[in-house]
């Protein structure tokens, strides 16, 4: 459409002009049904007006000032997520990457502080945790790295949902400080450990003094049918990062942290000029109203439960469809062979949008606020379009 911005996207040919919970409409009126939420984002839907009127009386009261100042708007939703979260303090930030830089910044400073020169942080293989060099460092993902050499030092992958890797990492080094582990993959393809994994990490973090660090970035606010996906496990970690649907797209990250780790930034160590502002605190606080006033947390958890059944009652099985899993409204369809066109079909065909991640595996991060009907209209136009999508791609193999 146009060459005067960076080439990192590859852009599908279609421009929305306004939304309304789970639809969106094109530029030329077409309407879509939103199975992706902007990536896991406006989980409340477009256009909500709970958050609309915060973030619009906000900007005309007031949008920024300077952490330099105390910001009340950043006070009130910090009281709110540290209780929600049973955590002790937050740091607020404008995206997931930066969440995730003020944890591993927690780890290190942590490390030092008990006399560990170059503490290192278990990380794991087909993880993601964002952009910038520490959380590209991190993420277990060579495309995400390769070109970027020399890549920040002091992580030790190992493979996800193992503990017995763990547990040999722990004994072949002397400086790890810190675990940092999705509890469920998202962009690795919706993989979904075994169901004590965490709190088996949370035993291991205890007896060897690291900090469980959780990087809550896509699985948090609601999304899996839990407030926190950890919630699952009835655990608490040390540290835990937020982003994405915290600001139903008004950007926003958050670092938390509780006991000792919620002691260790102090003035000088850490910062944001735009972090925690009153605009997006605002947006963040009606995001939480809403969650709670319209319980769309259990709301996920039994939307989550009805697509995963239609979609094993239309797809399972069916050729080239290797499992259907989900937590909530986090759910994938994996087949058996690479399937990105889905993505453009979805769309042009099913006017319905999609997300393909891992090569082969369908995912679907649909709106919390999605209802019965669309929620069949999604079954339906999808299951038909994987249908026709594999059959084809069986015709063309030989
Ligand atoms: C999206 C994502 C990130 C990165 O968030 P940005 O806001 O894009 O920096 C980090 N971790 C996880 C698990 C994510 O899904």
């Known amino acids: 459409m146009t060459d005067s911005l960076m080439a990192t996207y590859k852009r599908l040919p279609v421009c929305f002009e306004r939304g309304e919970g789970a639809w969106l409409w094109d530029n030329n009126g077409k309407r879509y049904l939103d199975a992706l939420s902007g990536i896991a984002v406006c989980g409340l839907g477009h256009a909500h007006p709970t958050v609309a009127q915060a973030i619009s009386q906000q900007a005309e009261t007031l949008i920024h000032t300077s952490n330099l100042y105390e910001i009340k708007q950043q006070s009130s939703l910090g009281d709110r997520l540290t209780r929600l979260a049973k955590m002790d303090r937050v740091f607020f930030s404008n995206s997931g990457a930066e969440a995730n830089e003020a944890a591993i910044k927690i ?48 992580f030790i992958r190992v493979p996800f949902n193992d503990i017995e890797s763990l547990k040999t990492a722990a004994q072949t080094n002397n400086n790890i400080v810190a675990i940092l582990v999705e509890p469920i993959q998202g962009e690795g393809g919706v993989v979904i450990p075994a169901a004590d994994y965490l709190n088996q990490i949370r035993e291991l973090c205890d007896q060897k003094e690291w900090l469980m660090m959780l990087d809550e970035v896509q699985t948090g606010m609601g999304r899996t049918g839990q407030m926190f996906a950890h919630q699952h496990n009835n655990i608490v970690p040390d540290v835990m990062t937020l982003a994405k649907a915290l600001g139903n797209g008004v950007p926003i990250g958050a670092c938390l942290a509780k006991g000792i780790a919620a002691e260790i930034l102090v003035p000088g160590t850490h910062g944001s000029t735009f972090g925690g502002n009153p605009l997006a605190c605002a947006a963040a606080s009606a995001v939480i109203d809403t ?52 993505v453009g079909a979805a769309l042009m065909l099913g006017k319905l949008l999609i997300n393909v991640t891992a090569d082969n595996v369908v995912r679907l991060l649909p709106p919390l606020v999605l209802t019965d009907e669309q929620a069949d209209e999604l079954v339906a136009t999808l299951s038909g379009i994987i249908k026709t999508f594999l059959q084809k791609s069986s015709s063309n193999k030989t």
């Open 107 to 154: 780890a290190r400073l942590y490390g030092h502080s008990k006399g560990i020169e170059t503490p290192a942080i278990i990380v794991m293989e087909n993880s993601f945790h964002g952009r910038t060099m520490a959380t590209l460092s991190a993420t277990g993902n060579r495309k995400v790295q390769a070109g970027f050499e020399p890549l920040v030092q002091g």
């Open 291 to 342: 969650l709670e006033k319209d319980h769309l947390t259990e709301r996920a958890a039994a939307l989550g439960k009805r697509l995963l059944n239609e979609f094993h009652e239309r797809l399972e099985q069916h050729e080239g469809v290797k499992e259907i899993r989900g937590c909530g409204l986090m759910i994938a369809i994996e087949l058996d062979r690479p399937c990105g066109d889905l």
